[in-house]
């Protein structure tokens, strides 16, 4: 701690530039941004607990608004405050509302919604690749590209390969972010748990890490022939890192995410048959987890994406197999991320943050730019519950349990 009372130690963190340092402000000047963080003095020596980080906002890749057709699950207005309580400034929302984003009209109602927002996130939005639950014919494409959608995707796997062929030989030469879930849906069939002893051990019907990998495979021979600057998202699997590898090793045009909670939890935490834990895919192995987070040093995985999803308390209080896949997580990715990964060392402070922002932006082929800047006490405790979340959902695991590290505030644009 400073010598002076009223300055707090500040760890600088700008993974845009890769400067990291130290310096002191006056409270005071903390709580009203009264700073240039571009121009504050830096100096090596670290500082003992506690203090406070000042980083570029976050960027997220994908995630559900529940506005239109879903209000009773989220709102814009509950969507805009808990990413904003979480440090994200961006956001680009998946089209799984009602009705879908699967043409320019849909889209230009929710547009206007936002604007009636006093404050909201800058949100890009995915336009759906396809119609229809059964996905089998294409959407609005072109319509789409003139509203400026973010890029294509369904928020899910594709079951026709030959629909997806279109795709990438149409989209590829326009440039747009394809977005896709690398899930072979026939050899999932079923399952809820990642197939391993785990899910045998609790009875959960299996999904085997080939149904990642087999589509995986199918994407990535597809591209060889019709490029385009696809995204592969929701990776879940440690051969899934490996292929991913292996392409990007190749040059093919791809990038990759994985969603906050495959780096802090697996198969073993299935125990308990928390409704909560229920993803899709399923949550991995522990080798799965521990690839992915080597993955994510490694640059394999670019980013890591919130796939924040609220539900209600009806909706998702059933049996494990039974309740619908999704948590929320605008409020709590930061800070269980920075308490798991970044205090332990597996990931570096600066890996964290440009896994959080500046990888974001280069994943939806946006200038990377720091948006604004906020400040985060890592030490803060609180507890995650309907009185301090802004969120609508409570569906998480975190629930009512203690959470170490807030963000305090959100400079100026």
Known sequence: MSSQPNLVPVRFLNPFSGQEGWTDLPRADIETFAFDPQTLPLREKSA??????????LTDLYSYTGEPGYEHRETLASLSAAALAGGFTQAALLPLCDPVIDQPATLDLIQRRRQTLPEAPRFHFWGALTLGAAGEQVSEWDGLMETGI?????????????????ALEYLGPRQKPIALVPTDLNLRGSGVARESADSLKLGLPGDPAASEAAALAQILELLRDYPAPVHLMRISTQRGVELIAQAKAEGLPVT???????????????????????LAPPLGTPQDRQ?????VKAGIIDAIAVDHRAYSYEEKTLAFADAPPGAVGFELALPLLWQELATTGLLSALELWRALSVNPLTCLGLPQRVDRWLVFD??????????????LGANTPYWGREIRGKVLGIGAA
């Open 256 to 278: 990759a995410s994985v969603a906050w909670m495959y780096l802090l939890k697996d198969t073993e935490d299935l125990e308990s048959y928390n409704p909560h834990l229920r």
């Open 291 to 295: 690839a992915l987070i080597n993955g």
């Open 378 to 391: 890592p030490d803060q405790v609180w507890v995650a519950n309907g009185q301090t979340l802004k969120t």
């Open 48 to 57: 003992d607990s506690p203090y406070l980080v000042l980083a570029p906002t």
């Open 150 to 166: 973010a890029g294509f995707s369904d928020g899910r796997p594709l079951k026709n390969p030959l629909l997806l062929r279109r």
